[in-house]
């Protein structure tokens, strides 16, 4: 077992056993153990974006005082979510998985956080109950993640991205992880801050508070809105990750969609000159997006790993898997081990930039696609469930955005759907379902979109 996952259990359960102790003998404690989750939730979306470590450790925060709260109120039911069915199925099938799995300690590290990843998710959902406790933890994402935009755009000049092979890895330090981050913080600013609905419009007008100053104060603000979203726009380019770039695409496409058609094509002529700007003007960007349909452009523009090679050898080998253990996998996190000892399995190799040759890849601890190792690790089953829960993270906020008239619901379907098109773009190539910087935030924005859905209909009306 990864030692630091065996700390964060040994942690997590002692004081779980306290907290449950204290709940148990104290339950007048209730009120300090539902803010001290809602702390944890604080504490995540503030540092998700800047430190990882640091985030993780507002998820477990937020999970054992969750877990205390629910005692002290002699709750136990599970909280109630669009998204049930398909969560506990899948949370269900990735338990069961650790019966037959190929290496139970990969399982342990891979599953246990797939787990904790839901835990937050029923956390969130619960004690985001309201509208204020709602926007209080988006504006905490928005303010840490301009504070990241900002420094990836900056960092992206200093190593001279542009032109060369280096990559912007943001604060945290991973050019994989910060540009669906980045991508994320985009949809939710167009969301909050950029679109505009005709019931607030209406109401600023029924109360004749339209004069210079507020309109000067929105000048500035979509200005500085539209700042932050291009600095966020460049420096996702600047780290060349493919799938974040498509993330972001659809996620800005179904945003745009949904609010105006005309908005829409705009917005698509924008982007392709956007692109087609960064495409003649850095040849490494170029080299990355058409590797995609010839990868030995990749190794002769820039000298460098054959990566869509190794991407397609990856993927082939975990479909190899999938079709020996079509119903079962091999199980959850256990892709690698399997890998290592089955040779009769395709093995991707990869361009020594040294050599020149085909050489051996080591880089084999996952397929490269959440959606392949779903299949893989977990099964046709496991993928079923999973499909089941993307395709309601669409569906459910399209439907809320077209049948309320409540701006605040508009914005935070409109958001759900941008967010769920990042990720579901991003699990082509980066995220997984135990990507603590990637699967945690959509787990988050999908929490809140339920506890949204939940208010409405407990409104009686149109929240």
Request: glycine content about 6%; charged content about 15%.
């Amino acid at each position: 077992m990864n030692a630091i996952l065996a700390v964060k259990i040994t942690v997590i359960l002692s004081v779980s056993f306290f907290l449950v102790f204290l709940a148990i003998r104290k339950p007048s404690l209730s009120g300090f153990f539902e803010k001290a989750s809602l702390t944890g939730i604080f504490l995540f979306a503030l540092f998700v974006p800047i430190k990882d470590g640091f985030a993780i450790f507002g998820i477990i925060f937020a999970i054992i005082f969750f877990i205390a709260f629910r005692i002290s109120k002699r709750d136990f039911k599970l909280p109630y979510t669009v998204f049930n069915n398909p969560v506990i199925i899948y949370i269900l099938i990735v338990a069961l998985s650790f019966l037959w799995t190929y290496s139970f300690s990969d399982s342990i590290n891979e599953g246990g956080e797939i787990l904790y990843f839901f835990a937050f998710f029923f956390t969130a959902a619960e004690l985001l109950n309201s509208h204020k406790r709602i926007m209080f933890i988006l504006y905490t994402f928005a303010f840490s993640i301009t504070v990241a935009i900002f420094y990836g755009f900056f960092q992206g000049i200093f190593i001279n991205a542009l032109h060369s092979a280096n990559r912007v890895t943001g604060l945290i330090g991973n050019w994989d992880g910060y540009p669906v981050q980045a991508s994320y913080g985009i949809v939710l600013f167009i969301s909050l801050y950029m679109l505009k609905f005709k019931e607030i419009n209406n109401k600023i007008i029924n109360n004749k508070i339209i004069n210079n100053k507020i309109i000067n104060n929105k000048i500035i603000q979509n200005s500085l809105i539209s700042v932050i979203i291009f600095a966020g726009l460049i420096s996702i380019i600047l780290s060349k990750a493919r799938s974040a770039w498509i993330g972001v695409f659809l996620g800005i496409f179904i945003i745009m969609f949904l609010r105006s058609k005309k908005v829409f094509v705009t917005v698509l002529i924008i982007i392709f000159v956007f692109n087609a700007g960064f495409l003649y003007a850095s040849k490494s960007f170029r080299s990355r997006i058409f590797a995609m349909f010839n990868p030995q452009i990749y190794l002769c523009e820039v000298k460098g790993h054959g990566d869509i090679e190794s991407h397609i050898a990856l993927v082939e080998s975990a479909a190899a898997v999938f079709f020996e253990h079509p119903l079962t996998g091999v199980g959850v996190g256990a892709f690698s081990k399997y890998f290592n000892t089955h040779k009769n399995v395709h093995f991707p190799d990869y361009y020594n930039p040294k050599t020149g040759k085909k050489e051996y890849d080591t880089y084999d601890n996952w397929p490269e696609n959440g959606y392949m190792q779903t299949l893989a690790e977990t099964g046709i089953f496991s993928f079923i469930v999973l499909m089941w829960l993307f395709f309601l993270g669409l569906k459910e906020p399209i439907k809320l955005y077209i049948n309320s008239e409540d701006a605040f619901v508009k914005k935070m379907s409109v958001m759900t759907a941008g967010m769920s098109m990042v990720f579901y773009g991003s699990f082509i190539g980066i995220s997984n379902m135990s990507n603590d910087q990637l699967t945690d935030l959509w787990l988050l924005f999908l929490a809140i979109f339920a506890s949204v859905l939940n208010m409405s209909k407990n409104s009686g009306k149109n929240y």
